[in-house]
């Protein structure tokens, strides 16, 4: 079988395209800390009809065989909201991607790799940056630190292994995103607290909960707030309406209001914190499946609304007031509540937040004053084509 040649084609019909899915978990499936997704959420990201992210978007799937046997995966995509952007934030012109990389052995993913490169080139881009998949709001970079421990909801977990593979291929690291873990039961330090006491007593500051019967106005309301806070960012693609009505679908099931805050100024609002109960708890013993019982559980733990770890896996503040003591203040206001929410009615001990941009100084800041550690590591490669 090892010595049996390798074949590389496009994915191409309903048989392919389960194949594709199916292969991580055959791959990943010794590694007890590698969280088995749903294959209907899989399904639903590479569907062009079901992911939002095509309406600015292309994607070509490929599928490695020996002897008719899947043994590695990969896309490579282009996005044109991506193209547009300022070369200096991380994308622009004539950049496309490589993703959902999954391979058995070095020779497989040498291959894949120059198989999506050789797509990318011919669509006449000039420059490839990956592990992207595929969108950058979904699960950006390799982990690089943090595989003895499981991710939580909506973050990869890779093979040890591809590291060394996609290095030998030609990539350098162009960014590292983190995440931070903290144990929420205890009370922030004593300076955070006295912030906070602060805007409490400031008439001019409003942290609400969202409301879940609003959703649509409070989505487009987050939607402005985070197009315009991570707008300089290095990566920043425009999150789109057609993405945050696909995503609204999946997480309204997960999305309490406690947990979800936004900040007002003077009636205006310029900053907000998303926080979700990890799903992965649930998920993890279904082997990706809902069906026959899966379904069942999965609804009984959404009712009980219990999750050990609570995930921030966004947050921002409008630009003008980025860098300021009231950025600071907004966002120390909304952990806290939200920190005791997660606590008091959802019994949570543990907290994550990231993906961080490794040198966005100001939340690494808010990150180490409420005394949370580094937990995991994605790396972001870029190679010239």
Known sequence: MANAPLAIRPVNGASDTRAFIDLAYRLNRDDPNWVPPLRSEVAGIIDPRKNGWFSHAQAQLFLAERDGRAVGRISAHIDRLALEMPPEQGFGPGTGFFG?????????????????????????????VGPVSLSIWEE???LIQGHDHPPTVMMGHHRRDYRDWIEAAGFAPVKQLVTYELDITQPFPPLVQRVI?????????????????KFDQEAATILAILNDAWSD?????????????DVGKKLKPIVFESLIRIAELDGEPVAFMITLPDLNEAIAPLNGR??????????LWLRRGKARTMRVPLM???KRLQGSRMASQLAFMMIEYIRRSAVDDFHATRGEIGWILDDNQGMVAIADTIESRINRIYQVYAKPL
């Open 100 to 128: 959902l990389f999954e391979a058995e052995d070095a020779t497989t993913a040498r291959a894949l790799i120059n198989t999506a490169e050789g797509w990318l080139r011919n669509q006449g881009m000039t420059r490839v």
């Open 140 to 142: 950006p970079g390799l």
């Open 197 to 213: 006491a602060l805007g409490e007593k400031n008439p001019r500051i409003v942290i609400r909960p969202v409301n879940k019967a």
């Open 233 to 245: 960012n290095w990566g920043f693609v425009p999150l789109t309406q057609p993405e945050i009505d």
């Open 290 to 299: 809902l069906l026959p019982f899966g379904w069942a559980k999965l609804l």
């Open 316 to 318: 921002g503040v409008v």
